[in-house]
């Protein structure tokens, strides 16, 4: 039954990362029916606000209060949570709406375990899900891992019709896949050059992903500073070492800049992207969703090609948009300009026609909360589609074929205790020191 406007709907996000936190708890605000301005604080259309409960789910990657802080997205409550746990708080409390803001094993197994504890049950909320933010490689595996959610978000027109034909081709109902945009764009249009004129390189955590390239960039970097002493050049990072975000990030620039000298108008900076972007005159990026931020605002943007566009750095997906160029070519005072079809199709509205690109979701979701019960969940994966992948999937997460807890689950069946939650914190930091300091530092040894 739909939500009554008396009381406000109530939006769960499970998230595995910082960046997964952002997109599920930004998506989770736009989607809301009645609630066009996309802010979990107010509706503005004299329906209460929507209430945002967060669950990060426990990993390598759960972020720190650091990271939270940075993202800057409220919630009503957050609270670290293992999948058996939030299976048991979804079995215990009513949402309206859940995001899943997962990778796709994550969301495999989600569904299925929540299709064990809601069997039977009468109502149940909307589920959600979708990505972060391009989408370059594994769409098929990414795709048939998130089947079952009511609604599969797709951030452009694009990746809409790229899901439609995967969920098509194997025989699976495409009905759930929606299209909208990116949840985090906004800001002010570029206006014009700031002073001093600045330019901002975004890192990535993961690509390139080898001390050699990650050095060549760093040193055009410092070159294109030392080359334009009047202008304002920024590293702008996604996390400080020692802290995991979506993907492992085992040579921080931040570490190798340490070993060279650094000119005065070069700074290294943390920080919302969407502030950093406020006085950003050029944008440069292998291919970080922040160019999309970034096109969005009209901000001129370059993807670098001096790795060369190959699939496994992620600039392919720029082929035809007009922000393919070198450092050399920005050394010599290069400005891309984008291709206005292209951009149109990535969900960058930069047309202005962002303020509607969540209507076709936030429809769907109301006619759902508005049907007198909402069907089982029904994954494309199961003990008998996929006999021999979907048990590795669910087990991963202590969940059995049938989506119920394993034996020895944590915390399967309680609450834990005062001193278990003293013991998990120690054991998580013992866990994240060996993932995150450790484990690099071992694997670049068995290099040499």
Excluded at 95 to 106: E, K, R, T
Aim: glycine share 10%; proline share 8%; charged share 20%.
């Amino acid at each position: 039954m739909p939500p009554s406007t008396s009381r406000p709907i109530r939006v769960a996000v499970l998230a595995d990362s910082d960046t997964r936190w952002k997109w599920g708890a930004l998506t989770g605000a736009r989607i809301v029916p009645g609630n066009p301005s996309g802010d979990a604080g107010a509706s503005g259309t004299g329906q209460l606000a929507p209430v945002l409960d967060g669950f990060l789910l426990r990993g390598r990657a759960t972020p720190t209060p650091r990271q939270l802080r940075e993202v800057g997205v409220r919630a009503d409550s957050l609270r670290e949570v293992t999948a058996v746990e939030f299976l048991r708080a979804m079995a215990q409390t009513s949402y309206d709406v859940l995001v899943l803001a997962l990778v796709g094993g994550g969301v495999q197994a989600v569904l299925h375990g929540l299709s064990r504890v809601w069997e039977g049950r009468g109502e149940r909320p909307v589920v959600v899900t979708g990505y972060v933010g391009v989408v370059y490689e594994k769409l098929a595996d990414g795709l048939l891992l998130r089947h079952g959610a009511d609604l599969v978000l797709a951030n452009s027109r694009q990746d809409a019709e790229r899901f439609r034909a995967v969920y098509e081709g194997v025989g699976a109902d495409a009905s759930s896949v929606t299209e909208v945009a990116l949840p985090f764009l906004g800001g002010a249009p570029y206006a014009g050059e700031h002073t001093p004129y600045t330019v901002v390189f975004a890192a990535q955590p993961s690509v390139p992903d080898t001390r050699t390239d990650r050095l060549y960039l760093l040193d055009r970097l410092v070159r294109h500073a030392r080359l334009h002493p009047d202008r304002e050049v920024l590293l702008k990072l996604r996390s400080k070492p020692g802290e995991h975000t979506t993907h492992i990030e085992e040579l921080p620039y931040q570490k190798l800049a340490q070993k060279l000298d650094l000119p005065p108008n070069l700074r290294l900076v943390y920080g919302n992207m969407g502030e950093v972007l406020d006085r950003t005159d050029l944008m440069v990026t292998v291919s970080s969703t922040a160019a999309l931020e970034s096109l969005h605002r009209r901000i001129p943007t370059v993807v670098l090609t001096d790795l060369g566009v190959r699939e496994a750095l992620g600039n392919h997906h720029f082929v035809g948009s007009g922000c393919l160029a070198s450092w050399d070519q920005l050394d010599a005072g290069h400005r891309p300009a984008p291709d206005e079809e292209w951009v149109a199709r990535q969900g960058v509205a930069a047309d202005g026609s962002y303020a509607t690109a969540f209507d076709a979701a936030r429809t769907r979701i109301a006619e759902l909360l508005a049907s007198p019960g909402l069907p089982p969940l029904t994954p494309y994966y199961t003990p008998a589609t996929a006999p021999g992948y979907l048990p590795g999937i669910l087990s991963r997460h202590h969940l059995g074929p049938d989506g119920s807890p394993l034996p020895g689950a944590p915390a399967a069946g309680r609450e834990p205790g005062p001193v278990r939650q003293i013991v998990r914190r120690a054991a998580r930091g013992a866990y994240r020191h060996g993932v995150q300091r450790v484990a690099p530092v071992i694997r670049r040894m068995g290099e040499l």
